[in-house]
T-cell receptor, first 114, second 112 residues
Framework: DSGVTQTPKHLITATGQRVTLRCSPR?????VYWYQQSLDQGLQFLIQ???????AKGNILERFSAQQFPDLHSELNLSSLELGDSALYFC?????????????FGPGTRLTVL | GENVEQHPSTLSVQEGDSAVIKCTYS??????FPWYKQELGKGPQLIID?????GEKKDQRIAVTLNKTAKHFSLHITETQPEDSAVYFC???????????FGKGTSLLVTP
């Protein structure tokens, strides 16, 4: 158990809908990273927050957004969902701002868009 | 952006044999190289990492080597066991410093 929690574990929804994925980092970790894992693209970095502020953006679509709250939990919002958004979404956390320290991954949320 | 290539994509070994997975990266500014193990239905688990000021690091049956000149690093698993069967990912931090770029993964199967 990495100490990172994600909810829900599974999510099934329809095209055009909006969903919210939630992540709680390990105790003491200030950075939260979101990744998307699909069969053809592998693990893709989406976005990072550090202590409530956005730090970096990767291959994140404009339909996706995220935020980190004062209690350091984070939410990833996915809107206008398309079939191709079906994937595993992972949250990871680390102590520091830069990923030169260990990143610990949560168990993931499996999103299925029908 | 940073590109991380990983080979092989699948690897099958017999229990007790060694397994080697290799990765190359493109950005000479990368200085942190973790390896993750992902079992079915679980998130990636950090198993070992290496920083650019070190050429080799060992942790029991697992070792990682880094060649900064050639921009490649490798994971070595000795005395493999069936429970080592999983997908292994290498990664390197990006030139921005904020993200990890992952290889496509190696599916390792250890047969008894």
């Amino acid at each position: 158990d990495s100490g990172v929690t994600q909810t829900p574990k599974h999510l099934i929804t329809a095209t055009g809908q909006r969903v919210t994925l939630r992540c709680s980092p390990r105790s003491g970790d200030l950075s939260v990273y979101w990744y998307q894992q699909s069969l053809d693209q592998g693990l893709q970095f989406l976005i990072q927050y550090y202590n409530g502020e956005e730090r970096a953006k990767g291959n994140i679509l404009e339909r996706f957004s995220a935020q980190q709250f004062p209690d350091l939990h984070s939410e990833l919002n996915l809107s206008s969902l398309e079939l191709g958004d079906s994937a595993l979404y992972f949250c990871a956390s680390s102590v520091a701002e830069f990923p030169r320290n260990e990143q610990f991954f949560g168990p993931g949320t499996r999103l299925t868009v029908l | 952006g940073e590109n991380v290539e990983q080979h092989p994509s699948t690897l099958s070994v017999q229990e007790g044999d060694s397994a080697v997975i290799k990765c190359t990266y493109s950005d000479s500014a990368s200085n942190y190289f973790p390896w993750y193990k992902q079992e079915l239905g679980k998130g990636p688990q950090l198993i070992i990492d290496i920083r650019s000021n070190v050429g080799e690091k060992k942790d029991q049956r697992i070792a990682v080597t880094l060649n900064k000149t050639a921009k490649h690093f490798s994971l070595h698993i000795t005395e493999t066991q069936p429970e080592d069967s999983a997908v292994y990912f290498c990664a390197a931090n990006s030139n921005s410093g904020y993200a990890l770029n992952f290889g496509k993964g190696t599916s390792l199967l250890v047969t008894p």
